[in-house]
């Protein structure tokens, strides 16, 4: 239950700021009305039930709310536009604490998790966090129909799948990637593209599997040996701090290629609800893996894989450093810029003739990285009035693109579409926006912004609309997806584009890879995987460990009798600590899966 003596002191407290009973209450900063509007960003829609007066609502004061997200790359003060954004809107700031360094299991122990929890799963994390009495229930003071109604009217389905995880069939939250229309699939991310342009001066060589591109890109490597910084080029620059129970990049590259969804401890085909673990022999994993050490044997992986972060890797895509991404947004959508596109360069997607790439289905439901807030919040209606604006149209485009109307709007038409500004930050996130001023519709007020557009982006890093769902404030076909919109259709943005689509017989990506083999991975709303025992937890903690070590030292092995020694030494290691537990745990849980798709 929520810990009454702090809600009291709480709404205490909001009542003698909001009637100025002592000094210090007033705000130095003008924030507006927000009293009715700001629950959706201006829309008519969702403040009807939030009377202008409520103090938790229309605070003079700032608020700030911790958030602990388990999918943050960023550490502190929210900063930049987004930033500015919110505490216009709603007078609030956020510091962000990432799960690193054992930040779930102190929090967990310290009893609060923070104001808002953002989940990387729906699983053992979140259960518990539940069961613990962590977070609060969004049926209790009927904070969600007094807080968050679009949710509560827009999103009934999503709602009812995250009671259907909780034992007391409590609402702790919702999933992320919602729908409108379950008749749809997600838009594609996994989109294999490469440096086209060099790949048109090759002659278009066959590309069958896995072994053909890595032949094509040493030849890429050859013809353009460094980028436009003078540094050398790889094939591949991965990532190693958005490793989980696997190395990520490994995982995503048999994920992209075989049609495999992550589950636990390896890959799992939805079609068959067969579980692959990480470590089968001649499995998608190993596979994935051999593929990334043919790169290194032949100087075609970035040395600096190991021990770089997703945000150094993003400034070599964009210099041309890197010919080839799985990841729209580690590639093509890097390296795209407009000086690029003037250069007659360009990334685009090429598909292997063999692979099976991955989609993913749309689900009413929703998906499994929730939104939650904390039970010791002081301000759980301020949460709630956030994560409900996030859940409008609107704060669904902001995550993805910015500001409205500094950076996208809509048209009279419906017709979505970028800014000048706003399509440079999109093509390239490192843009400077230092002196941009922006003039709030909310306040009225004008600020100078700073820093760049990435550093601006809501750093929670979790979405809430799907990028394929259609945007209820569009013109009825267009969706979250800039790719999708009237404004983007038109010819190709220079001779290499021409030639890609010559070449494919598409018009963009999308449609290029829905010609594809793909697979499409149906979403299980309702599902989470088992909490397990703390004995096998144990092990599925060395485990995973053994397998990120031993994968990265056989991603560098020297040569292919060293890549064999380090995989049989990660095989060897990991059985002595209970693999075949773990797998059996997984198979368990993909067929318990399958079965209720």
Request: with cysteine.
């Amino acid at each position: 239950m929520k810990n009454t003596t702090m809600r009291l002191l709480s709404l205490a407290l909001c009542l003698v700021i909001v009637l100025g009973m002592f000094s210090g209450c007033s705000s130095t900063t003008p924030t507006g009305d927000t009293s009715a509007d700001t629950s959706t960003g201006g829309t008519d829609s969702a403040g009807a039930t939030d009377p202008a007066d409520d103090p938790l609502i229309n605070n003079e004061e700032t608020i700030n709310l911790t958030v602990f997200s388990q999918l943050a790359n960023w550490s502190g003060a929210q900063s930049g536009w987004g930033a500015v954004l919110l505490k216009d809107m709603f007078n609030i700031e956020l510091t962000i604490i990432p799960d690193t360094n054992g930040a779930y299991q102190t929090r967990m122990e310290s009893g609060d998790l923070g104001d808002i929890v953002a989940w990387g799963g729906n699983g053992d994390d979140y259960i518990t966090a539940v069961n613990e009495g962590l977070l609060f229930n969004w049926d209790e003071e009927d904070l969600l129909n007094t807080y968050g109604p679009y949710i509560a009217e827009s999103f009934p389905d999503a709602l009812d799948a995250n009671r259907s995880l909780n034992s007391d069939g409590g609402l702790y939250g919702i999933g992320h990637s919602v729908t409108n229309d379950d008749d749809q699939h997600d838009t594609f991310f996994y989109d294999w593209a490469i440096r086209w342009d060099l790949y048109e001066q090759l002659g278009h060589p066959e590309v069958k599997d896995l072994d053909d591109l890595a032949e094509v890109l040493g030849q890429m490597k050859e013809i353009c040996p460094t980028g436009d910084d003078g540094n050398p080029t790889y094939a591949l620059s991965p990532w190693p701090d958005w490793d989980g129970d696997m190395v990520m990049y490994v995982k995503a590259l048999g994920s992209a290629y075989y049609g495999y969804d992550e589950l636990g401890m390896g890959l799992y085909d939805a079609s068959t609800g067969e579980f692959h673990g990480a470590l089968e022999e001649g499995g998608p994993y190993l596979e994935a893996l051999k593929f990334m050490n043919t790169l290194y044997q032949n100087d075609l992986l970035d040395p600096d894989s190991m021990t770089q972060t997703y945000d150094q890797m993003m400034p070599k895509v964009t210099n041309g450093n890197v010919l080839f991404s799985i990841f729209d947004y580690a590639g093509s959508l890097l390296f795209n810029t407009e000086e690029h596109v003037a250069e007659n360069k360009y990334m685009a997607p090429l598909v292997p003739e063999e692979a099976h790439t991955i989609v993913y289905g749309l689900s009413t439901g929703g998906a499994d990285r929730i939104w939650s807030i904390g039970n010791n919040s002081l301000y759980p209606e301020k949460c709630m009035q956030l994560i409900n604006w996030l859940y409008t149209p609107e704060g669904g485009m902001t995550i993805l693109y910015g500001i409205r109307g500094l950076m996208w709007d809509i048209d009279e038409n419906g017709n979505t579409y970028f800014t000048d500004l706003g399509r440079t930050c999109y093509l390239d996130p490192s843009t400077d926006l230092s002196g941009v001023e922006w003039t709030s519709p909310y306040s009225g007020e004008t600020y100078t912004l700073s820093g760049t557009f990435n550093d601006g982006k809501i750093q929670i890093n979790n979405t809430t609309w799907a990028y394929g769902a259609i945007n209820p404030e569009a013109n009825g076909e267009e969706t979250f997806q800039y790719t999708s919109w009237a404004s983007e259709q038109g010819e190709p943005q220079n001779d290499t584009e021409a030639d890609w689509r010559e070449f494919t017989g598409a018009s963009g990506t999308q449609e290029y890879l829905g010609n594809t083999n793909y697979s499409m991975v149906p979403v299980v709303s309702g599902f989470s995987l088992s909490e397990r025992s703390a004995e096998l937890d144990l092990k599925w903690q060395q485990v995973t460990n053994a397998i990120k070590e031993g994968s990265w030292i056989a991603m560098y092995a020297e040569d292919d009798a060293a890549f064999e020694a380090a995989v049989a030494d990660m095989v060897a290691t990991c059985d002595s600590y209970g693999y075949d537990e773990c797998v059996t745990w997984c198979e368990d849980e993909a067929a318990r899966k399958f079965s209720m798709q």
